[in-house]
């Protein structure tokens, strides 16, 4: 059974910085998944934030370009967020998925989420 865990959230004041990370279990061969990183504010629709793929290629949301990060470790079955230069438009629930497209079926896995607040 896959999982995907989100930790890491937490309240930071603006300027701050936090590190995301995503344990994925039960899936074999993770490094040949893509991993991405969105958020969910309140009102809003999930959007992405990051992704990295098993090559290792990253595209980010244009909001975040320059301060967030998304690297993975395939030993630990890893992928993290590095968030710097924190504002409070980036408060929102952060979730991770797990992604791959095998023999033309397309699978996907997603964390429960981890809540990000950015406020003084």
């Known amino acids: 059974q896959v999982q995907v865990v989100e930790s890491g959230g937490d309240l930071v004041q603006p300027g701050g910085s936090l590190r995301l990370s995503c344990a994925a279990s039960g899936i074999i061969f993770f490094r040949f998944w893509t991993m991405g990183w969105y958020r969910q504010a309140p009102g809003k629709q999930r959007e992405l934030v990051a992704q990295i793929t098993s090559s290792g290629s990253t595209n980010y949301a244009d909001s975040v370009e320059g301060r967030f990060t998304i690297s993975r470790d395939n030993a630990k079955n890893t992928a993290y967020l590095q968030m710097n230069g924190l504002n409070p438009g980036d408060t929102a629930v952060y979730y991770c998925?797990?992604?791959?497209?095998?023999?033309?079926?397309?699978?996907?896995?997603w964390g429960q989420g981890t809540q990000v607040t950015v406020s003084s």
């Open positions: 998925s797990a992604e791959r497209v095998q023999m033309g079926r397309e699978y996907k896995y």
